[in-house]
């Protein structure tokens, strides 16, 4: 028996995503037909820690996955970047 759900937002402009303290476990990312898609997810706030920063490809449906019980984020999940991304979808508990 795992030890929480999990538990899924879909997200499609920058902000806060209000589930308030939560362990991200993966992210689902969906990039546009072009344009050069980068996303970065602070906590808290945009100014806050940066928890992931990558630039993608698009046109593609990227999974990025944390290891072991994933990364702790004691705020917020923030979208502090979306460029060229349809949606995330993020999974968390």
Known sequence: MAGSDTKTKRLTATGDASIGRARLRQVLVTTAGSGTPEL???????????VLHCDLLTSEVD?????????????DVHIATIDDITSITVFYN
Do not use: R
């Open 40 to 50: 970065k997810i602070t906590d808290g706030s945009a100014s806050g820690t940066v």
């Open 63 to 75: 999974i990025i996955g944390f290891p072991d019980e994933g990364v702790l984020v004691t705020d």
